[in-house]
């Protein structure tokens, strides 16, 4: 179970640090850039990925090239959430993606909706929009407007990256290659920025990503490792992983960082966890 626990504090742990970073004048892309270099030593060495294992026939190139593209921008689009709508919503978000690829699997590939899963869809996009609801004057417009940008970008592309990730793995692509490549690329993506943006590097923000790639990656590592412990039972790692986020998620902003809800987003957290409970398989 420490496997589950260790992967649920490192995924709060990297929206903590992106709450942080403006504060302790850290440079967030410069980190993020950092960040898929220690990722992808990690990936190497831990996961055992073999480049070579992506340069065969049939790699579906256009989607290592998306994948490349998306996890820079989303992790950015992540910090922005964080610092304009706070930890709690930012993460019940990003785990309110995982309804995504439901809804592509009904809308794009023309598959058929079971009455749970049409019942569990309706039930997270009411979550999500009582999550982005950010009542206010309209002096606070603007902000508001950043908020429920961030949030939605949050929520469609971290999706998008789990629909990705699950056409490369029915390609055949090996997953510990497939993901090495993905971060190399973003990598790429990343410092191509920042040296078109002619950068100024920060010692400070150098090693926030150094940290934040091991905060990331230990994330994927040790969720990897709770699908292995508990070979036989991945609802429950399914499960706990999202509600685990969710619910810490929620005590570290709101007691910590003293985050302020509404009613309505409480509710909407309320309801995320109720979805991820009404699809676990009886």
Same mark, same amino acid.
């Given at each position: ?19 942080v970073a403006r504060k302790q004048n850290i440079e967030i892309d410069q980190a993020i850039a950092v960040n898929y270099v220690i990722a992808s030593l990690l990936t190497l060495t831990l996961l055992g990925a ?78 999500? #929009?009582?999550?982005? %609801? ?5 002096? =606070?417009?603007?902000? $508001? *407007?950043?908020?429920? +940008?961030? @949030? !939605? ?35 790429? #993506?990343?410092?191509? %920025? ?5 950068? =100024?590097?920060?010692? $400070? *923000?150098?090693?926030? +990503?150094? @940290? !934040? ?57 309320? @309801? ?11």
């Amino acid at each position: 179970m420490y496997t589950l626990i260790i992967s649920i504090a490192c995924s709060v742990a990297v929206s903590v640090l992106l709450k942080v970073a403006r504060k302790q004048n850290i440079e967030i892309d410069q980190a993020i850039a950092v960040n898929y270099v220690i990722a992808s030593l990690l990936t190497l060495t831990l996961l055992g990925a073999k480049p070579a294992s992506v340069f065969v026939a049939g790699t579906p190139w256009w989607i290592l090239l998306a994948l490349g593209l998306l996890l820079p921008t989303i992790f950015l689009a992540m910090a922005g959430a964080v610092r304009h709508a706070g930890i709690v919503l930012s993460d019940a978000a990003q785990r309110l993606s995982l309804f995504i690829p439901l809804l592509a699997a009904f809308v794009i590939f023309g598959e058929s909706l079971s009455g749970t899963k049409l019942t569990v869809t309706a039930i997270a996009l009411t979550a999500l #929009v009582c999550l982005i %609801y950010k009542p206010g004057n309209q002096g =606070q417009a603007g902000e $508001r *407007s950043k908020a429920i +940008g961030f @949030l !939605l970008a949050v929520w469609v592309g971290y999706g998008t990256i789990d629909i990705l990730f699950k056409q490369m793995a029915k390609s055949g692509t090996a997953f510990p290659g497939s993901l090495l490549a993905a971060f190399v690329l973003a990598g790429c #993506v990343m410092f191509s %920025y920042l040296l078109i943006k002619r950068t =100024q590097w920060s010692l $400070r *923000s150098l090693f926030a +990503g150094v @940290l !934040l790639g091991l905060l990331n990656f230990s994330n994927i590592y040790f969720y990897i490792r709770a699908h292995q412990v508990f070979p036989d039972n991945p609802t429950l790692v399914f499960s706990a992983m999202n509600i685990g986020v969710i619910s810490l998620g929620t005590l570290i902003g709101a007691g910590l960082f003293k985050e302020k809800l509404t009613l309505i987003n409480a509710l909407g957290i309320a @309801l995320a966890i109720g979805a991820i409970v009404i699809l676990i398989p009886r």
